[in-house]
Each structure stands twice: as C-alpha cells, then as structure tokens.
C-alpha cells in the first residue's frame, strides 16, 4: 500500500511540475527583454488576456488574442516569425507559449509575471 502511495504523489507532483514549466524551446523574457524586442517589427506580439483586460491596460504592439480563442487563430499568424506572449500574470501566456510550439512555431517567447511585472 505505502509504494501505491508514492507513486499516486509522484504522479502528482510530476503533472505539477509539467503544468508549470515553459515548454521546450519556449525562452521566458522579462518585460525589459520585451520592450528592447518591440523595435523589431518582425515580432509578433500577443497578448492573451480577455478583452475587458486588455482595454484596461496594454501596450503597443501586442494585439489581443484571448486564450480562448487562441487555438483558432493561430493561422493568422506567421509560424516563421517569433512570437512573444503576454498575459497578466504569466500563466495564461506559459499555456499559449506551449500552444504555440507545439502548433510548430519556430521561436517563442514569454514574458514572465506578464502585465503585473511591467516595468
């Protein structure tokens, strides 16, 4: 019963960790990184967060593409170009960023603590 016991914890802790760590090739950028990144107009910038969110407070150039609606919007977006994803606190940008990857696009990056970290 004990090892049954261990196992159902590791499982648990392993799901955790996976849920909360940038997926492979996913770079996570402070929102200074993201500024100097803004220059470039090759980016793309995507915010994440709902509507009401993004009227309240948001930043050329990121356009707003809830991560709701995400999955079906990508095909808009250039899979060749990086794209750089916000949200408020990260979260919500740490699953599109995965999202993104495994959609195949070539360079992500999240911006850690999303809008609440900008500087």
Same mark, same amino acid.
């Given at each position: 019963?004990?090892?049954v016991?261990?196992?159902?914890?590791?499982?648990?802790?392993?799901?955790? $960790?996976?849920?909360?760590?940038? @997926?492979?090739?996913?770079?996570?950028?402070? /929102?200074?990184?993201?500024?100097?990144?803004?220059k470039?107009?090759?980016?793309?910038?995507?915010?994440?967060r709902?509507?009401?969110?993004?009227?309240?407070?948001?930043?050329?150039? $990121?356009?707003?593409?809830?991560?709701?609606n995400? @999955?079906?919007?990508?095909?808009?977006?250039?899979?060749?170009?990086?794209?750089?994803?916000?949200?408020?606190?990260?979260?919500? /940008?740490?699953? @599109?960023?995965?999202?993104?990857?495994?959609?195949?696009?070539?360079?992500? /990056?999240?911006?850690?603590?999303?809008?609440?970290?900008?500087?």
């Amino acid at each position: 019963m004990e090892i049954v016991q261990w196992i159902v914890i590791l499982l648990a802790i392993a799901f955790i $960790f996976s849920r909360f760590m940038p @997926a492979k090739g996913v770079e996570n950028i402070t /929102s200074s990184d993201a500024k100097q990144k803004m220059k470039d107009r090759n980016i793309q910038f995507i915010d994440v967060r709902t509507p009401g969110e993004f009227k309240a407070k948001n930043r050329k150039p $990121f356009k707003n593409i809830p991560l709701s609606n995400l @999955a079906g919007q990508t095909k808009q977006l250039d899979k060749s170009k990086e794209v750089v994803v916000i949200c408020q606190s990260g979260m919500r /940008s740490t699953k @599109a960023a995965k999202m993104f990857k495994k959609q195949g696009f070539e360079k992500v /990056s999240n911006v850690k603590g999303g809008m609440s970290a900008w500087v």
